[in-house]
C-alpha cells in the first residue's frame, strides 16, 4: 500500500536526481593531493578533463591518447577512471545508455525512470521464472544502479568501502612522499607524473585547428606522461609497506568491473526484460490444453517441447498437502497425509480376515480368484507375491510381516508422491 503523507508535495516539484553524492566523494580523493609535487591525482583529472574538453582533436585522437594512458600502469590512472564514472553516471540520470527505442511513439530516448522501472520488474521475474533472487543472476539494483547508490561509500558489513581503501592509499603516498622531502625516490616518481601531465595539459590547451606537426607533438606529450608512470609504480611499491600494488590494482578492478556490470546490465535491459517476460508469458500459455498442444508442436527447443508435454502429468502431481520446507519435515507431512487417509487401516496381525482384506486393496497383489481361497491362504499368497518367505513360518508371524509390509508400502506410495509434488513445483 502506498503511503500517502508527502505524496502531494511530490506531485508538486521535480525530484531533480543527481550523482553529486558520488562527485562529492570523488572530490574528497581529489582533494588529499595539494598539487604541491607529493601527490598527482589533480593532475590526472586535469589531463583527463583538457582531453575531453578539448575541441580541435578528433574522437579518434582523443581515444588514443586516453588508450596510451590507460595502459601505463592502468591501476596508477585514478583521476581516469574515477572520472569515467562520473560520465557512467550521467548517461544513467539523462537515460542516453538505454539509447534510442523507436517503438515508444514520440519519446525514443530512454530515462532514468525506464531503467529503474525495468530494473524493478526484473526483481520479481528472475525468481519467478528462475527460482533464485536476481542478485544471483547479477541483476540486483545494485548490478545495476549500485554506483549512483553510493556502494563505494558504504558497505554492509565491517569491510572498508572501496573509496575510503583509496582515500587511505592515496593519503600513504602524499604523507610518505611528504616525509622524505623533495629528493626521496617518491617524491621523485610523483613530481615527475604531475610534471609531465602539466605538460600535456598546456599543450592540449595551446592546440589550435591549424597547428603543424600537430600529431607528432601530441604522440611525444602523451608518451612522455604515460611514461613516468612506471618509475612511479616501483617507487611506490619500493616506499610502502606491505603490498600497495597489489591493493591499489584491487581497488580498481572493484571499481571498473562494477562499471562494466552496470553497463552491460543497462544496455541490455529492454531485450533480457522482454525475453524473461515473453518466456514467462509463454508459460503460463500451459494452463490451456490445445495452446499447450500447440506450443508443444511449434517449439523446437527440446525443453520447451519438454515443458509443454509434461505439464499436465506435472501438474497432476501437484498437491498443496504434501508441500514441505525442508528435509526434516518430511515425516511429519507423511504422518499427516496417512491420517487423513486413515491409515493405517489395520493394526492388529492377528485378525487375520482384516489382514486378508487389506492384502486385497494392496495394488502390488493379484487377487483374481481370491474368493476360493480361505483366509490362510490368501495371506500365503499374498507373501509370496511380494516374496515374503512362507517356509516353516507360522500363520501369525507370516500376517505380521505381510501387514508390516503393506503398513510401509503406504508410508512409501505418500512418500514417492511428495517427492514428485516437490519435483513439479520445483523451478528448474
Known amino acids: 500500500m502506498a503511503v500517502n503523507k508527502g505524496l502531494k508535495s511530490l506531485a508538486n516539484s521535480t ?8 562527485e562529492n566523494a570523488i572530490n574528497d580523493i581529489k582533494a588529499i593531493d595539494n598539487d604541491d609535487g607529493y ?16 575541441t580541435v582533436l578528433t574522437t579518434s585522437q582523443k581515444n588514443d ?20 564514472t562520473v560520465r557512467h553516471t550521467n548517461t544513467i540520470l539523462d537515460g542516453t545508455i538505454l539509447g534510442f527505442n523507436e517503438t515508444i511513439g514520440n519519446f525514443p530516448q530512454g530515462s532514468f525512470l525506464e531503467i529503474m522501472q525495468l530494473t524493478l520488474g526484473l526483481q520479481g521475474l528472475i525468481p519467478s521464472i528462475y527460482g533464485v533472487p536476481a542478485s544471483e543472476k ?11 547508490n553510493n556502494m563505494f561509500t558504504t558497505t554492509e558489513d565491517s569491510s572498508a568501502p572501496v573509496f575510503t581503501r583509496l582515500t587511505r592509499m592515496m593519503t600513504l603516498i602524499r604523507d610518505t612522499a611528504t616525509a622524505g622531502g623533495g629528493s626521496s625516490a617518491l617524491a621523485i616518481g610523483t613530481a615527475a607524473v ?23 607533438s601530441l604522440d611525444n606529450a602523451v608518451s612522455q606522461a604515460a611514461g613516468n608512470y612506471s618509475s612511479l609504480n616501483t617507487r611506490i611499491s619500493d616506499a610502502l609497506a606491505g603490498d600497495p600494488i597489489t591493493e591499489l590494482q584491487a581497488i580498481r578492478d572493484t571499481i571498473v568491473t562494477q562499471q562494466e556490470l552496470e553497463e552491460a ?3 541490455s535491459l529492454r531485450d533480457y526484460s522482454e525475453t524473461v517476460s515473453k518466456n514467462l508469458a509463454f508459460a503460463s500459455l500451459a494452463e490451456d490444453t490445445d495452446l499447450r498442444q500447440l506450443m508443444s508442436r511449434v517449439a523446437q527447443n527440446e525443453n520447451w517441447k519438454s515443458y509443454f508435454d509434461t505439464y499436465e502429468l506435472n501438474q497432476g502431481y501437484l498437491n498443496s498437502a504434501l508441500d514441505t520446507d525442508t528435509d526434516s519435515d518430511k515425516s511429519s507431512v507423511i504422518d499427516s497425509v496417512l491420517t487423513d487417509l486413515g491409515l493405517p487401516d489395520v493394526l492388529d496381525s492377528t485378525n487375520l480376515q482384516a ?14 480368484n481370491y474368493d476360493r481361497f480361505t483366509v490362510q491362504q ?7 507375491q511380494l516374496l515374503i518367505t512362507t517356509a516353516n513360518i507360522d500363520i501369525l508371524s507370516l500376517s505380521a510381516s505381510l501387514l508390516n509390509n503393506m503398513n510401509q508400502h503406504d508410508r512409501d506410495k505418500i512418500a514417492e508422491q511428495l517427492d514428485l509434488n516437490e519435483s513439479a513445483n520445483t523451478l528448474s
Do not use: M, W
Not at 593532475?43 to 575531453?52: G, K, L, N, R, Y
Not at 547479477?138 to 549512483?148: A, E, F, K, T
Open 194 to 216: 604531475r610534471f609531465s601531465n602539466n605538460a600535456l595539459v598546456t599543450f592540449l590547451n595551446s592546440v589550435v585547428a591549424d597547428s603543424t606537426d600537430f600529431q607528432t
Open 265 to 267: 546490465n543497462i544496455t
Open 65 to 84: 591518447a586516453l588508450e596510451t594512458l590507460y595502459a601505463a600502469q592502468p591501476h596508477l590512472q585514478i583521476g581516469l577512471y574515477l572520472r569515467n
Open 15 to 22: 525530484p531533480n536526481f543527481s550523482n553529486q553524492a558520488l
Open 138 to 148: 547479477r541483476r540486483s539494483v545494485n548490478d545495476h544502479l549500485g554506483i549512483l
Open 378 to 384: 490368501q495371506i500365503i499368497k499374498s507373501c509370496e
Open 39 to 54: 601527490q598527482f591525482i589533480k593532475s590526472q583529472f586535469d589531463v583527463d578533463t583538457a582531453i575531453h574538453d578539448n
Open 355 to 368: 489382514v486378508a482384506d487389506k492384502a486385497k486393496r494392496d495394488d502390488r497383489i493379484d487377487t483374481t
